[in-house]
């Protein structure tokens, strides 16, 4: 089937030799160790199937024959390493110095590549990959062909997933589809939020189109995880009864899978019949069985329920793991049920668990959100104590519960402690910081922590830029606000909806609707004309009812920053309060104001003009 609707229909039936591994513990669709090594083994005998081209002066001897050479071989194995040790990242430098010492790449090495891109989800060096291969003389396999596959699923690329199967069936006649293809094409349509089309794929495995390809365990559960993923029960039950019929018998990972989406449909009681059957059919739960229920349970808000599988699961010959108690503890927690959580705490001790940093992070935030930050910094040490280190996420619970204490100077200092001891503070740090600082109506700390962080070649986020506008918002500075827009172009980052929405709303807090309805109906920060020859970020072109609502204003008894700013607008001399003499005047003129402390309602009441702007609670908004 393609992406047309239409059944896929083999070109061959020719054998395939390719292996997977079925060992029942996950659902992944990508090639095999096992496929992989053999492959690896094989083109290291054979040189990566290389077209022999003339080396230039300085280029290895052995690589010039066509062969692998041993440099090759061994830097192909650390990118792996690297891979494996979830450094990706680090990938591309070791293959580029392949290439500065005079190396020819072989295919495996290209395609530990390919998995590295797949990992950091840089999916866009796909298309010169492709190049270097082909330039390369390098003809594809079937290991390679799978990598691309898995990488086009991951990318949600489904229609360049499904024609590389057809260049891989029809141009490619000793690269035969193997079962590893097939599991990776059911599990992109499923994640895709398209079963029937993973369905139609099992059926053509199933149908006998290719010869030696059918179904296996894991192709089975995949099948069940995309019908239970649209909690298409049915479907899913239905599939079980065709493994059961073809002589497939279920195991763990298919009744965890129906577990959880019993478990996310609010139907916890059904993940837990299932321990019943597994029993019958003689399988041993695993922590991750009772883990689902216990998270099902909590999620449920039936806590005592989760409670009581958690001492199960010891009857049952299964112990608790860490992140089971982790669960119960955050269920806890979240109900802000305290002593009940010291309880699982003791428990978890009772069975000998060590927490992890997980443990200490729910601890942290639940303690931060309430304000209790003495209560924090005494978590924080025991997990100093105990040999934990502290990462960014833990800093930024820490940032988070300072800023809602209204001390983002506190919330700071732990950016100076992260650099002290080594920790690198990430996007969620830095903004959470930021957001303590806009929340207090202190823009220039605000941003001079933004260039703090652009300095330490960490990149804002979509996040970072709305907590900006948010406070430029709550200073009645939308002309400011406007400007974060041409700010966010020039980091590369895309506004949302709800970037322009307030950016509008920072505009109709001060009355002014028409500019509102501009910013609301900018296509992108780069337009920059509202109609006017002047800067777009400054609060031109007004209307005449928008200058009498800028006047209006400016009485006394009214906002004080409005006031201030029609004040010294007047003083300049210009014709209408929004328009500068100079664009010099126009930047030294950039009052910095408070957030007044008055009720809202009571300003509408006596002549103020809000409409529905970002009110300081949102803060908490930027928080979650």
């Not at 039936?13 to 659902?27: A, M």
């Not at 290439?99 to 395609?111: C, F, I």
């Not at 069975?351 to 304000?371: C, E, K, M, R």
């Not at 978590?379 to 940032?399: H, K, N, T, W």
């Amino acid at each position: 089937m393609v992406e047309s609707g239409t059944q896929l229909i083999p070109t061959s039936t020719s054998n395939s030799t390719g292996r997977t591994r079925n060992d029942g513990e996950g659902l992944n669709g990508s090639a095999s160790m096992e496929e992989e090594e053999e492959e690896e083994e094989k083109q290291e005998a054979e040189g990566g199937a290389v077209q022999v081209q003339p080396a230039p002066p300085g280029a290895c001897t052995t690589c010039g024959k066509g062969r692998a050479c041993q440099a090759v071989v061994s830097r192909t194995r650390e990118m792996r390493a690297l891979i494996d040790a979830k450094k990706p990242h680090q990938v591309q430098a070791v293959f580029e110095h392949l290439a500065d010492e005079g190396h020819r790449p072989s295919l495996v090495t290209y395609t530990t590549l390919l998995s590295a891109v797949t990992s950091q989800r840089t999916f866009e060096a796909i298309p010169s990959l492709l190049a270097d291969i082909d330039a390369a003389g390098l003809r594809p396999d079937s290991i390679f062909f799978n990598a691309l596959i898995n990488a086009f699923v991951e990318a949600g690329r489904m229609g360049e997933a499904t024609s590389t199967f057809w260049k891989m069936s029809r141009h490619h006649p000793d690269c035969r589809p193997t079962v590893s293809t097939f599991n990776t094409l059911v599990k992109g349509f499923g994640i895709a939020g398209r079963p029937e089309e993973s369905q139609r794929i099992f059926d053509t495995m199933a149908g006998g189109a290719y010869s030696t390809v059918r179904p296996n365990l894991t192709t089975y559960n995949i099948l069940v995880k995309a019908w239970c993923d649209h909690r298409r029960m049915e479907e899913a039950w239905g599939v079980v009864g065709r493994m059961r019929a073809r002589g497939v018998d279920p195991d763990v990972v298919t009744y965890n899978t129906v577990a959880s989406a019993y478990a996310k449909n609010d139907e916890t009681w059904r993940a837990e019949e299932l321990v019943v059957e597994m029993v019958r059919a003689r399988l041993r739960t695993s922590e991750r069985t009772w883990g689902i229920i216990v998270a099902g349970y909590c999620r449920e808000g039936r806590l005592e329920e989760a409670l009581r599988c958690v001492r199960q699961m010891k009857e049952a010959g299964v112990l608790p793991n860490v992140i089971v108690f982790n669960t119960l503890l955050k269920g806890f927690l979240d109900a802000n049920d305290m002593p009940a959580a010291d309880d699982v705490l003791g428990l978890m001790e009772q069975f000998g668990i060590t927490p992890d940093i997980v443990t200490y992070s729910h601890q942290l935030n639940a303690l931060s959100s309430l304000g209790h930050m003495a209560k924090c910094n005494k978590v924080f040490d025991r997990m100093v104590e105990a040999g934990i280190e502290p990462d960014p996420q833990v800093y930024s619970i820490l940032a988070k519960g300072y800023v809602r204490a209204q001390l983002p100077g506190k919330a700071e200092e732990l950016l100076q402690r992260m650099c002290r001891i080594g920790v690198r503070p990430n996007v969620v740090t830095f903004t959470t910081v930021i957001s303590g600082w806009c929340s207090v109506a202190d823009m220039g700390n605000a941003t001079r922590v933004y260039r703090r962080m652009r300095d330490a070649g960490v990149r804002p986020n979509l996040r970072t830029f709305e907590t900006i506008i948010w406070g430029y918002s709550e200073q009645k500075q939308p002309w400011k606000a406007q400007e974060v827009l041409q700010m966010m172009q020039e980091a590369g980052v895309r506004p949302k909806q709800s970037t322009y929405s307030l950016v509008a709303d920072a505009w109709k807090a001060v009355g002014l609707v028409q500019n509102a309805n501009s910013a609301l109906g900018s296509p992108s920060p780069d337009d920059g004309r509202r109609g006017s020859a002047n800067d777009a970020n400054e609060p031109d072109n007004l209307s005449d009812d928008d200058d009498d609502k800028l006047q209006r204003l400016g009485r006394t008894g009214d906002h004080p920053s409005l006031s201030s700013f029609v004040q010294v607008t007047s003083a300049l001399g210009t014709g209408k309060a929004g328009q500068f003499a100079s664009p010099l005047l126009r930047r030294s003129c950039q009052l910095r104001t408070r957030s007044s402390g008055f009720c809202r309602n009571l300003w509408q009441k006596q002549g103020g003009l809000y409409s529905q702007g970002i009110s300081s609670f949102k803060i908490m908004v930027f928080l979650s």
